[in-house]
């Protein structure tokens, strides 16, 4: 593809040979004459002189510190994924059901909608218009998806999910498993029928191995553009606002409602029965144990040290609570003493 | 189902018309005139007053703070189970193996037992009255499986898992596969033959994407009434003692042994070759790095506070041998001065 | 197997009865007269003087603490994991596509590689000599697998991975996922076409339920003999360095390099953009904020107390700003009145 007609799609200005052709994606220090790369961190400055890259998207304040091809954009980042997927464009279905799927006839497929080699597809379930259904993927009944959604293979939907349009969903995710409900009965536990669904809103993203619970009684719901990583964790009758993104190996416990454009770094854990605003930040590793009523950064992570300086300070907290006698003892001295 | 049968059912007296019909579950704030909530979390009492629900199960406490009809309860949210139980009863299996599924001949599958779509079992395999299989399901040789128990989909069992009566597994749970045996042989790892089995109980329940792998020698354990949350993992020999309850991401390493009882909250991880006594409860992302044997509550998770704070914190600790040293120094000071 | 056999085998130093006949690993504690042991942690000599099995291997500092047939040897451990892979040798592919494979008529398929029930293999991968496909597994385009790996049951390997020779994958693993790549225009987020692939060298071994996302540009990449145990999350761009092993639930964010000869241990995360050198260990449930230069040990977890212990550190943690000045001010006074 001519840089030029790339310029023009991501609305950058253009400094250098509009012919030169552009065929791949690459990092500035791999890049070679037919590929594009970018520059978002400054932290890589010293990799652009170096790069022999046939264009790089970069921000105004650094046009000058690259002597080939630049594409200059305010928010260089961005424009790269414009370009990634202008030269990546995601697959297209190839409609039709495979013969080794099994769909239930009371269910409907578009007929723009691909489903895939030994897909299960249960009663009373509708495929919108170009969905593309994977590989062992598992689909209850009364299942609704949308138009454009993409299970990628050995998804799991439960009865009764509804997904958006546009809805990505990549292998081994599980979504409307039962929650985690039981009632300890004297001396052992009663399941709670678990009677909710998980609803979806439109271009939402769901990683590998993540699991969302189906909602006790009300539904389990991610509002729209909601962007999960791996191994995320969502429990039952959980609430994530529009635009909030969660980062890989994150549990949140039931009946939590997370607002709008927060982000939860890796591994956090969000407690039960919260209530998060918008636009909070989590950094990773936090355990979040109270509701959040302002937006702003939170966190409880601890970075590691060297373990024989961490072990001290492990004994230090130890004797926190004698410290505490020890200054008070001491003030006191030094009251009476004055 | 007339409020009265429901009434009966659980043995509940009932305040109000025992003709009223009921027949779904609902919040307090969501029910309408058919539909039956429950009060077990006296925050929620703000919503009683105003519930439209057919009938509320609640504490005697509470009976006076509704108008409509009532069930007065000891216990209300295991006797609202046991309602939901009986709107929701589990579905039966439909008897006979999907045309798709691939079972070794040397296998015994019961008349009774329902094997879905694309299931694949192994050689020698015994599936006992009224199992489900769901969809996807992947069983290797010499499985066990009792009675009534459900695989809902999606599920691996190794070779040699048994399990006992009514368990229950949700999709992408995989048991029996190898433990993380290594050797060091010089300069690379060998891996050491799993060649121990999983069994469990009666009555365990195992959520989606959980793990439990197969014992090294001896088998991995889990007595009756175990109930598994979602992505946890349990390693190689660990015993789990029967009714114990362990929420979402939580990690247990190899040869562990839980007790009976337990409650573990999400995300904690327990140590390898630890004993955990009847009764104890790990309060949530926990690390317990010590056997336990008096029953009791135990944590070490740390609550998040806003960024600013936290990072003062953090400080804080390095500064604690500093600390430390000054301390004795102000006391030693104190005493010369005396 | 006679005894004598199995002492040839490994170079052990054999004291007993070389005809003694062996058939099954066990424990110590559980061997009966055809059970070999081993003895490789001094806490478990009081098992090993009541041990009634049929033969132990053990170090030379050991060997006089039991009676019966003895192999001797410096690495009680490793040798035990040769003798078990002599015992428990690894099954052997049978070779054929089974009927219920769906496998795309680009893609070559060794004569010698299984390939079992219910699996779907995309367009143009090549899968090499002996290789063992099992039921479930999803394979996507262009993938290939060298010689003699094993895929176990329900693993997915996404477009483009490449496994080294001798690679195990357990159930549920997802290796060439979508990296974790977005871009927030203005409001909302774009996603970042991710089209790099996943490489994995020779003898790696990767986790039940483990992920593994595809790089974004460039490759995620384990080394040769990397052992990842599971539900350990490597996000896109990874890189980690022959031999190293890392226990459950850790997750590692994108573009980290891990060194080679590390041990992470379980639920640790590492933060993105780091580099760690190799041979560092890292202790349980730490988080790793910064690279990482020295070998040794590090790490941040916090072993669990009582919770009402816990809970008064806790409160603690909130006085040591508070502390920092009243023990400023305690050493002012001193001074003064010195």
Known sequence: ????????????DLRGDANTCISHLATLSGAGPEDIGFL????????????????????????ERFAGNRLISRRPYVDWARVASLLHPAPQPRPGIDSTAVVQP??????????????????????????????????????EIAADCRLIARVYLGRGTRLGERVQI??????????????????????VPQVGAVEIGNDCEIGANTT?????????????????????????????????????????????????????????????????????VITAMSTVLESI??????????????????????????????????LARLEKNKQKSE
């Open 106 to 143: 009371s269910s409907a497929i578009a007929d723009t909608a691909e489903v895939g080699p030994l897909v299960s597809i249960g009663a009373n379930c509708r495929i919108g218009e170009r969905v593309m259904i994977g590989p062992g993927c598992v689909i209850d009944d009364e299942v």
């Open 212 to 280: 969302i619970d189906r909602g006790a009684i009300e539904n389990t719901v991610l509002e729209d553009d909601v962007r999960l990583d791996n191994q995320v964790q969502i429990a039952h009758n959980v609430r994530i606002g529009a635009h909030t993104a969660i980062a890989g190996c994150v549990g949140i416990a039931g009946s939590t409602s997370i607002g709008r454009y927060c982000m939860i770094a890796g591994a956090s854990g969000i407690g039960g029965h919260l209530r998060i605003c918008d636009k909070v």
């Open 170 to 191: 990549h292998p081994g995710a599980v979504i409307g498993a039962d929650g985690f409900g039981l009632a300890l009965d004297h001396d052992h536990w009663i399941k």
């Open 40 to 63: 978002a961190n400054p932290a890589y400055l010293g990799q652009l002189a170096k790069s022999r890259a046939g264009a790089v998207i970069l921000a105004p304040e650094h046009a």
């Open 1 to 12: 593809m001519p840089l030029g007609e790339i310029a023009d799609h991501i609305g950058a």
């Open 293 to 326: 009523d302002e937006p702003g950064h939170y966190g409880s992570g601890i970075p590691s040290r060297p373990h024989l300086a961490w072990k001290r300070i492990l004994v230090r907290l130890g004797q926190l609570d004698d410290w505490a006698k020890r």
